[in-house]
């Protein structure tokens, strides 16, 4: 008997996608003004300030993606929590109690990471201890209470979760289960333990950094090149091209990694695509070379 409850993901879905289009719009007009103005102080700021947006950018890409696979999943045995990269197996002879938020006068603090529809993150709450919220939703709160620590959550149907558990309690466990969690470093050891992966892994980021020294080596020593459209700009606009390689190569590392550790596909298109982006930088340093001439 194993029961899928699965959070609102909307409204979290639209905030963050919408700040990811803000702050992807900003950095884009930050990075290609600045390399199409002569290298100075204020080119040189404008890209800095493109890139640092890439930090919070990160950070939203893998909040979205946590709050699309949060899933909550309760079995006669356990508790299976995942979010993004993340499961947790808790077995419920480590769970103390589970009560709805509502049950208690005091109102639940949360997070500070918290963001409307995406209430994921830590607060240590007194008499709880540290808490891992795993919320979309401020209210219609479950927290599950276990030894030192605890779990908030927001199953779309709070009250049958909290019902679903107190028969499951009743009925006792079927069989004894081993806690169990993998996260993101866990992951990471699998993929790097297979030595081709590594390899075109490490091969894309070696390009990657060639392409920009080719790009700033060209940049410091001509004052201008001949763009795609056969018109002379400034050599600063090469950056353009290290660029392009960059986001080219950690898309498709991403896009990789996902793709292999859900093993939807053959091991080979995965290496394909991590080859592509190596062969990408390499292009687009030839253009840069071709454009320098």
Not at 160 to 173: D, H, K, P, T
Not at 263 to 280: F, N, T
Request: glycine content about 8%; charged content about 15%.
């Amino acid at each position: 008997m194993n029961d899928a409850f699965t959070p609102s993901k909307q409204l979290g879905t639209i905030v963050l996608t919408s700040l990811l289009v803000i702050l992807a719009g900003a950095m884009l007009f930050l990075l290609v003004t600045g390399s199409r103005v002569p290298q100075d102080a204020t080119s040189g700021s404008r890209i800095s300030l493109g890139f640092g947006l890439l930090i919070p950018i990160i950070y939203l890409l893998n909040r979205l993606y946590e709050l699309l696979t949060l899933q909550y999943e309760l079995s006669r045995s356990a508790l299976g929590l995942r979010w993004g990269l993340r499961q947790e197996t808790i077995p419920l002879e480590m769970v103390k109690w589970v009560r709805l938020a509502t049950d208690f006068d005091n109102r639940l603090p949360l997070p500070f990471s918290a963001l409307p529809g995406c209430v994921i993150g830590h607060r240590a709450i007194n008499g709880l201890g540290q808490a891992r919220f795993l919320a979309t939703e401020r209210q219609n709160l479950v927290i599950i209470a276990l030894a030192e620590q605890a779990v908030v959550i927001s199953p779309n149907e709070p009250a049958a979760f909290v019902q679903q558990y107190e028969r499951i309690y009743e009925l006792g466990s079927l069989e004894k289960v081993p806690f169990k969690s993998t996260d993101v470093g866990t992951l990471w050891r699998l993929v790097w333990a297979d030595r081709t992966a590594r390899g075109l892994i490490l091969l894309g980021g070696f390009t990657t950094v060639l392409l920009w020294a080719v790009v700033l080596g060209l940049g410091a020593r001509y004052p201008q090149v001949t763009w795609v459209t056969l018109e002379s700009v400034p050599a600063s606009q090469l950056l353009l091209l290290a660029i392009l390689g960059s986001f080219t190569w950690a898309i498709d590392l991403i896009l990789g990694l996902l793709l292999y550790l859900l093993q939807r596909i053959s091991p080979v298109m995965v290496y394909c695509l991590w080859g592509m982006a190596a062969l990408s930088s390499v292009l687009l340093m030839l253009a840069a070379l071709l454009m320098s001439l």
